[in-house]
């Protein structure tokens, strides 16, 4: 009897030690979900403000291209709005429309000789593929860190933890 008044409380103890060190570690790697979401917004942004450059670039040339270049606008407000909602799903999309109309832009640009033969155009290009890198890169980071998050809230007994504290499955970019 003497033992059980000493065991039962130990018990309890490490059962409320544990779950306190599951809570930092899933907050933990929330927090690093968010992080790398946010960096890969920043990275969004400037991609995004370098392309409305080369979208005005572009419209000064290419009269007979309104299409073309409406498509990238709406496709960039679609980014940048599901940038701003941390709307992951909604990004993902964005994202693909958003490379579909810059290629277009891009290629339809080419055909152009003012365009294709102009130096400063051909370091915006240059630009773009240097922040396609890093926007790849931080999906990459974010994709590492949703998944690790996604694990570790699948394993038992993270699972219990997550569940009783609200963390849901993080969504992952294409």
Not at 31 to 40: C, E, H, Q, S
Not at 89 to 113: F, K, N
Not at 127 to 150: G, K
Request: with cysteine; proline share 4%.
């Amino acid at each position: 009897m003497e033992m059980s008044w000493i065991i039962v409380p130990a018990l309890a103890a490490l059962a409320v030690a544990v779950a306190i060190g599951i809570r930092r570690g899933l907050l933990r790697l929330d927090g690093n979900v968010r992080t790398a979401r946010d960096a890969l917004v920043a990275q969004i942004g400037k991609r995004q403000e370098l392309m409305h450059r080369i979208a005005a670039l572009c419209g000064k040339l290419m009269h007979d291209e309104p299409e073309t270049l409406e498509r990238v606008r709406i496709a960039g407000a679609a980014l940048l709005g599901s940038a701003s909602r941390a709307d992951i799903p909604a990004l993902g999309a964005a994202l693909q429309a958003h490379r579909a109309a810059a290629g277009d832009l891009l290629t339809v640009a080419g055909s152009y000789p003012q365009l294709a033969g102009s130096t400063a155009f051909a370091a915006l290009i240059s630009r773009m593929d240097e922040l396609d890198a890093r926007v790849e890169a931080r999906i990459e980071d974010y994709n590492s860190a949703a998944s690790t998050l996604n694990l570790r809230c699948a394993a038992f007994p993270h699972r219990l933890a997550a569940r009783a504290l609200g963390f849901a499955p993080a969504s992952l970019l294409p």
